[in-house]
């Protein structure tokens, strides 16, 4: 059921999609501010006006080295995989089963942005990727918004910012324990109030749900005829880590090959992922996804070299005591 409506969702506009050359991935020390005050978010003016970045998980540092606040998640044990009275799981979810986080772990505050991005390329040498687009529109003319989350990332791209910024990707259990915060349901709050998706990210409201029903050609009008799109990172409500976005906006890249059986076997304690296969995994679901999909439980696989006007990341690190 979730693949299905993916598919939907990842040839949204989509002209852009193309494969990347491989860049050199740079893992340097890390460089984190030691500042442990928990104040506003770094944006670009009009992203997070007059919010405070409040977490329970611990404290919130920022890293000099791409500018953007990053929230201590502590270690602990939680449910992975289809939550309770969820119908919207596939086979990939399941078995629901109990995972132990033994350290805990930095998480960036919000997905990593446009204006984060630049700085890696600036100091890396490499180049912006082609600008996101819809079916001919521009939905971050030049990448002038520094405020949204940086999108047409491949994975090698989010791996080789994260080693840049002095961290890594997070795995996919570290990803859903961070996402959940703490709670069991589907959802961490409701979806109106946390996250971006297809019924709320235009100017007008959608029934994704109906037109659910519709071809496929006709959803993406639909969507791109609202003017649906990304929106500035932590304008929606955090979760209980001070987590913003984790559901919706973009989906993310996180660091675990895909296995849609992995969880079968998966060890309780620190599941790293299948050591190999020919997929990465993606988790969160994104602007243009019907409710349904933008779940906590949700994932799927996509290959590494896959890039998309929906799909971003954020940074995970270990260097940082508490």
């Known amino acids: 059921m979730l693949r299905q409506f993916l598919n939907v969702s990842f040839y949204v506009p989509y002209g852009l999609i193309t494969a990347l050359a491989l860049g050199v991935l740079v893992f340097p020390s890390a460089v984190w501010s030691q500042d442990t005050k928990v104040a506003g978010l770094h944006a670009p003016a009009g992203a997070l006006a007059g919010q405070e970045a409040q977490s329970s998980g611990g404290a919130v540092k920022e890293n000099p080295k791409d500018g953007l606040k990053y929230v201590w998640i502590p270690s602990g044990k939680f449910t992975m995989g289809c939550s309770p009275d969820d119908s919207g799981c596939d086979a990939g979810e399941r078995p629901a089963h109990s995972v132990t986080i033994s350290k805990g772990f930095w998480l960036g505050q919000t997905e990593v942005t446009v204006a984060a991005y630049k700085h890696f390329v600036t100091a890396s ?8 687009s819809s079916s001919g529109k521009q939905l971050n003319p030049g990448w002038g918004d520094g405020a949204m989350p ?3 990332v491949t994975w090698y791209d989010a791996q080789a910012y994260c080693g840049w910024a002095g961290g890594r990707l997070p795995t996919e259990a570290e990803w859903e324990y961070a996402a959940r915060g703490g709670t069991t349901p589907a959802t961490y709050g409701d979806l109106d109030a946390i996250a971006w998706f297809a019924d709320n990210s235009g100017i007008k ?3 994704s749900g109906k037109l659910a029903g519709d071809d496929h050609i006709s959803f993406l009008t639909a969507l791109n005829d609202n003017g649906n799109n990304t929106h500035h990172v932590g304008m929606k409500r ?4 001070g987590l913003y976005d984790i559901l919706g906006n973009v989906w993310e890249w996180v660091n675990d090959w895909y296995d849609p059986g992995y969880y079968q076997n998966s060890p309780p304690q620190d599941p790293p992922g299948p050591p190999n ?5 993606i988790r969160g679901g994104s602007w243009n996804d019907f409710p349904w999909v933008v779940r906590v439980s949700a994932r799927q696989g996509v290959f590494p070299a896959y890039l998309n006007t929906n799909l971003g990341f ?3 690190g270990d260097m940082l005591a508490r």
């Open 125 to 132: 040498g490499k180049q912006m990727p082609l600008e996101p």
């Open 150 to 152: 940086m999108v047409n």
């Open 205 to 207: 409201r959608l029934d």
């Open 238 to 241: 955090p979760n209980a880590f």
């Open 277 to 281: 296969a020919q997929l990465r995994v």
């Open 314 to 316: 954020r940074c995970a």
